[in-house]
């Protein structure tokens, strides 16, 4: 709890609601043909959708979609994907899941290669058909039966071409010497800021709020090996087909991790992995790399925009001066930061959550008590809240340490002691995911 009540003081310490300026360094703004999207909260907080927009032209919502050619698009929300009736492959229809209540509007035909799909093409929705005795699918040069399914099948009513899209493509608002916000843009006008780059490391970063607050690199490959049977010498692995991001991440067992460039290349053995608390030799690599020198994400500053009244106060992240997107919220009615999630369908405000367990508050192991392991060190998310899923879902709030048992390797019940870097917790009552502020999307104009 004490990294927590330190970040949230530290927030409202800097609620002093300072309007950073911007010009091309972070605003988003419509488009003549594509317009922003919001959430909204109860108490009238706006957040921005930052993977859709309203098409004005079309008058449909649409996604930021890869398209086979290379190129993103602005497109029309699928149902579904496409299949054929014969055996040949001529005649395509589309399917989607029998248990959506909409009528679909629109299917698409994606295309493989190496394992990443995109889309193709795609088509308008035609009327629905009866369940055929089978369905085939294209692989390569090959038509081959295709399993069924719960799902529902229709015609094809034309395609959509892609020069009835918008084009939507990646430009770098540069904010200064080290980072720089990307934003998706079109051609009518549209910026949406929705990630940052490390331009001095050359890698996407994502903004780390805990502690002191920072940058990390996205996207690059942990060290999850070791050259020594004690796992103290962390090695990057690396098969025949993939070599290592240039960036490489090392966790360590307060909880905390650095970054590091790539070091040399080295034999593939000896090599060791970690299983639990034993350190086990294994052969999972074919060729491994050291760890180089470390390198620091860039810094960032944190303020609060306070909203007198309201339950969420905006939390800005800033790099050079500039604002980067975080997605971060500062709950006064929990006490908590918290950021847009989907929980069961509906998208709601949500900290961050350490993981409910039971054990036992006596030597006999007889009295169970629900706690969480909690971190102790500045890295990771500062956690006030847990939750324990099992046929339902249920949250609590943390309180405080508490010396807990549980049952050993032998069965015998002794002292439970949590992983290095964490302390254990005990947890309040159950409450429900309705304590978390929900966010409704704006319906089109």
């Excluded at 620091?296 to 800033?318: F, K, N, Q, W």
């Excluded at 169970?368 to 949250?395: L, M, N, Y």
Aim: aromatic fraction near 8%; charged fraction near 25%; proline fraction near 7%.
């Amino acid at each position: 709890m004490r990294a927590a009540c330190v970040w949230f003081a530290t927030l409202l310490a800097c609620g002093d609601n300072r309007i950073v300026p911007t010009d091309e360094t972070g605003d988003a703004r419509d488009g003549t043909r594509l317009a922003l999207v919001h959430y909204t909260y109860p108490d009238g907080a706006r957040e921005l959708d930052r993977t859709r927009f309203d098409d004005v032209v079309r008058g449909e919502r649409c996604a930021v979609t890869a398209w086979s050619d290379g190129l993103r698009y602005c497109t029309p929300v699928s149902a579904g994907g496409t299949v054929y009736l014969d055996a040949a492959c001529t005649h395509e229809i589309g399917f989607a899941s029998a248990e959506q209540p909409e009528q679909p509007r629109y299917f698409t035909r994606t295309f493989s290669l190496n394992g990443v799909g995109s889309t193709s093409r795609l088509f308008r929705a035609g009327p629905e058909i009866g369940f055929p005795e089978a369905v085939y699918r294209r692989r390569d040069d090959a038509c081959e039966p295709a399993g069924l399914g719960f799902v529902r099948f229709h015609e094809l009513a034309g395609e959509v071409a892609r020069d009835e899209l918008v084009e939507v493509h990646d430009i770098d608002l540069v904010v200064g010497d080290r980072l720089a916000i990307v934003a998706l843009a079109s051609e009518d006008g549209m910026r949406m800021p929705y990630a940052v780059r490390d331009r001095a490391l050359d890698v996407a970063c994502t903004p780390v709020l805990d502690g002191a607050p920072r940058c990390e690199p996205a996207g690059v490959r942990a060290a999850s090996y070791f050259r020594d049977d004690a796992c103290t010498v962390a090695v990057v692995g690396a098969t025949a087909d993939t070599r290592p991001t240039e960036i490489v991440a090392v966790s360590h067992d307060d909880g905390c991790t650095s970054f590091h460039r790539l070091g040399t290349h080295v034999g593939p053995t000896p090599l060791f992995r970690r299983d639990g608390a034993a350190c086990v030799a294994t052969t999972s690599a074919d060729y491994l790399y050291l760890v180089g020198d470390p390198v620091m994400p860039a810094s960032l500053e944190v303020v609060t925009h306070a909203r007198p009244g309201a339950r969420l106060d905006e939390v800005i992240a800033r790099g050079e001066g500039a604002p980067v997107p975080s997605g971060t919220w500062l709950d006064r009615e929990l006490g908590t930061p918290c950021a847009r999630v989907d929980v069961f369908g509906t998208e709601r405000c949500m900290p961050a959550l350490a993981r409910a367990e039971v054990r036992f508050a006596d030597d006999a192991c007889t009295t169970r008590i629900a706690v969480s392991d909690v971190r102790t060190s500045a890295c990771g998310p500062a956690t006030s809240h847990a939750e324990r899923r099992d046929t339902t879902i249920e949250f609590f709030a943390i309180g405080d340490v508490a010396a807990v048992y549980d049952h050993d390797a032998t069965g015998a019940c002794s002292p439970y002691v949590p992983a290095p870097g964490h302390e254990v917790h005990r947890l309040g009552e159950p409450f429900s995911v309705d304590a978390f502020a929900p966010a409704t999307l704006e319906a089109p104009p």
